[in-house]
DNA sequence: CATGAATGAGCTTTCATTCAT
DNA sequence: GATGAATGAAAGCTCATTCAT
């Protein structure tokens, strides 16, 4: 946890910190990232640093929460209308919200799929040990359910599913992101190409584990 | 590239410190992958291995080679018989083939992952840059020679679903370490389970994305 | 030499201050110990700190002096008898009051102590050029004196006797502090036997140096 | 304990090393003496300090022990004529044969005293918890065989005792260095005075523990 | 006068890489 | 070719002291 210290700043050197940091672990991992590269790069001293976080540990796991929390934020309104939706629907719009994130905040996104990534590393048991819950949790609970209603087959591995789904999602975003990079889109266009792709994927989804399928004989 | 002395080493040696290195790479990923502990770990000397690889880079472009050539062989008879499959059939060969070759090569799988899974890293351009093409390109062309032959929808981003495929064949892989390291179960039996976790998964590929799909409306 | 504004503090909170202080220099000595610490101990802020204060120095050279004004003090009512006791009583005094002054004040004693005991550190020769002077100067005084009435042999070395003298007279205090320790001694009862082993001491100091000495043939 | 690269130097380097160690130890202690000062006294490179050593700590007990080993050793002839010394023969060799091993290694002794008036430093628990035995040990022992041979009174605390007489040679070590500075004296010429001095103190010792004392009353 | 954030030199330690034998 | 000691830049972190309000 940060130290007084560091609520006590305001606000905007707050979020120079907080966005250097971000972009540092986005760029490096969190073996790489350099303390010091941080410091720099937001003009403050190295002591003052220790003023405000313990260690880079603290640094990390507090990102790691407010980045998890912001995303929780985005998709709080798709999850609201949770009742709503249809499983599918629920997913796509899930996805949807989450590549707009991405692309608003893609240092964030990176960051956080760092850690999504390297859950073999030593940090990602700690954290959990802490007790953040990752996006991941969110799936298998809204595969379950809807499982008991009757939206989805009922004989897969919900675990295995709302993992590959996890994935699923990662892998759209990473795949966004490379693909504007490469082709230079303009956002704007390419964006809207994206949603087409999303909707395929969902598609896809559906018919796959959906119920209905009088032709999903093999 | 590995000096010539690497080369004119007994098979034996060659072995032992390709297999430290790669053990190492898994257990630590590239940043924090330690020569002195590969050295130590086969029994050479600091010096010796400056004189086999020009730096630590040149070690793991080396084994990210090998071990992709390795896979590439592994998956090799299935590709052999590409003529007489059908897409999802190949692709279920493909998960199956590579989940055993994750089995029997548990420290290769996870070191070629990590690399999968860290595209973002400096590391990746440079190798990408020197013209390694990852196993993604496997699925990107023979998904196009399937939507050639009508065996999947002409309406999709084959870039994207072959990434998307991809992902899902790691995430498998992960899936499967992950649950097997809980339940700890004998491997012999939880493998059965997991071919039909297979089959499930490309059923539901194929009933999303295949052409045949009269009940694919939405 | 503390600032103006140290004076000027009420009573109550420069007391709180040298207190901290004291028991901070007595747990770490006088490099490892804080300022920071200090200063939450006590309560106030860091800035406060060095508007009472130059610097770390300043700051132990008042604790030092006052400490040792202090001692000097508990050794008062036994000086003024000065003339009444013979040496050998005067010492056994001086010991016994230095113990009790010691179980009374713990931490006083233990910063001294550590003084005392560190003599080849920067500090001491800088505390002594600043002209302190150290009770082991009571001792050669009032040794000389003791020589001058016949009390004590003439042959000695009165600098290193009292130099001993004083020694003696620390490790007498750190035994006890470290046997009450081990022993986990009720204070009352322990501090009884304390006396006997100071009068044993003390018979040994007289019958050693004292000029009766029939006996004192080697 | 020193890795085997220490034990492989060259003789001379390796005592430089340890020299310049001993000396920064000696000057301040264990927290100020600074790993980086001791290397560039000694012309190594900081990362080679870290091929020889484990770390501080490691580097200062393999001093402690060292250096105790070699006082031992200094005390060794006289320790084996244990049988033909009465206690305060013995004692006397002892004191004597301690100042000679002080004034040829000054540093040496500085630093080992450091430690025994540091008991209350982390690092002493550590050492002894290591099992270095002080040579504190050393007087309780042969004091407990004198008082068993009727050389010394048995109505003393041998605790108490032994640990005022290491005092006293501790203190008497001191004594010496301190005068022979003030009084810039001549080292040949002055030791010969001390010897007087030491003779002095055995003397006093001797009459006031000894068990003679037809003279002791007070 | 009180406050507490800001500072930066200094610390111990690590590690890929080079060098000398 | 093999060896392993030597190197030094860079890391994370501490803390007495200064500064701005």
Same mark, same amino acid.
């Given at each position: 946890?940060?130290?007084?210290?560091?609520?006590?700043?305001?606000?905007?050197?707050?979020?120079?910190?907080?966005?250097?940091?971000?972009?540092?672990?986005?760029?490096?991992?969190?073996?790489?990232?350099?303390?010091?590269?941080?410091?720099?790069?937001?003009?403050?001293?190295?002591?003052?640093?220790?003023?405000?976080?313990?260690?880079?540990?603290?640094?990390?796991?507090?990102?790691?929460?407010?980045?998890?929390?912001?995303?929780?934020?985005?998709?709080?309104?798709?999850?609201?209308?949770?009742?709503?939706?249809?499983?599918?629907?629920?997913?796509?719009?899930?996805?949807?919200?989450?590549?707009?994130?991405?692309?608003?905040?893609?240092?964030?996104?990176?960051?956080?799929?760092?850690?999504?990534?390297?859950?073999?590393?030593?940090?990602?048991?700690?954290?959990?040990?802490?007790?953040?819950?990752?996006?991941?949790?969110?799936?298998?609970?809204?595969?379950?359910?809807?499982?008991?209603?009757?939206?989805?087959?009922?004989?897969?591995?919900?675990?295995?599913? +709302?993992?590959?789904?996890?994935?699923? +999602?990662?892998?759209?975003?990473?795949?966004?992101?490379?693909?504007?990079?490469?082709?230079?889109?303009?956002?704007?266009?390419?964006?809207?190409?994206?949603?087409?792709?999303?909707?395929?994927?969902?598609?896809?989804?559906?018919?796959?584990?959906?119920?209905?399928?009088?032709?999903?004989?093999?």
């Amino acid at each position: 946890m940060p130290k007084e210290t560091f609520y006590n700043l305001p606000d905007k050197k707050r979020q120079l910190i907080v966005g250097s940091a971000i972009s540092e672990f986005a760029a490096f991992g969190y073996d790489k990232a350099s303390i010091t590269r941080i410091v720099n790069k937001c003009g403050i001293a190295k002591g003052s640093f220790y003023q405000y976080f313990e260690d880079k540990k603290d640094l990390y796991f507090y990102l790691v929460t407010k980045v998890s929390e912001e995303k929780v934020r985005a998709l709080e309104p798709v999850m609201q209308k949770r009742g709503q939706y249809d499983f599918f629907t629920l997913i796509r719009e899930l996805f949807l919200e989450g590549l707009k994130f991405a692309a608003r905040n893609p240092q964030i996104t990176l960051m956080g799929d760092w850690l999504f990534k390297n859950k073999g590393h030593p940090i990602y048991n700690e954290i959990v040990g802490v007790g953040l819950q990752s996006a991941q949790n969110i799936y298998t609970e809204i595969l379950e359910e809807a499982i008991k209603k009757g939206q989805v087959r009922d004989d897969i591995d919900p675990g295995f599913i +709302s993992h590959s789904i996890s994935s699923l +999602s990662v892998s759209a975003v990473e795949y966004y992101f490379q693909a504007r990079e490469e082709k230079k889109a303009r956002v704007r266009k390419f964006d809207e190409g994206m949603i087409d792709t999303i909707d395929l994927l969902i598609d896809f989804l559906k018919n796959g584990i959906g119920t209905k399928g009088k032709g999903r004989q093999q």
